[in-house]
């Protein structure tokens, strides 16, 4: 079972960056699609990006799309989203998720494994 563990998060300025990290535990990383969602107070958790095992393929949420860029280290076995320009409404839980599968899917009910979350708030 894949255990995933996000870290990064922070309280940061509008137009500021940040770089989130998530470790996946040894022997469990090829095989997954590595995602991002995010859930604001009162809100849904929404999907933010996803990547393929290899890194070949990458797809993003419209509101994100254009300034966040999610990787992944194979040799750390990590996996990254980094944010930047960054907005009040970008202000959220972030998690780390895990699809056992090799294909990308923006369904958080397709994903088999998540972290705890890491708290990201955006405000001047």
């Known amino acids: 079972q894949a255990q995933l563990a996000e870290s990064g998060g922070g309280s940061v300025k509008p137009g500021d960056s940040l770089k989130l990290s998530c470790e996946v535990a040894?022997?469990?990383?090829?095989?997954?699609?590595m995602g991002w969602f995010r859930q604001a107070p009162g809100k849904e958790r929404e999907f933010v990006a996803a990547i393929t095992w290899g890194g070949g393929s990458a797809e993003y949420g419209e509101s994100v799309k254009d300034r966040f860029g999610i990787s992944r280290d194979n040799t750390k076995e990590a996996v990254h989203l980094q944010m930047v320009h960054l907005r009040p409404e970008d202000t959220a839980v972030y998690y780390c998720a895990a699809r056992r599968t090799y294909s990308i899917s923006r369904s958080r009910q397709d994903y088999d494994y998540w972290g705890k979350g890491t708290l990201v708030t955006v405000s001047s």
């Open positions: 040894p022997g469990t990383y090829d095989a997954y699609v």
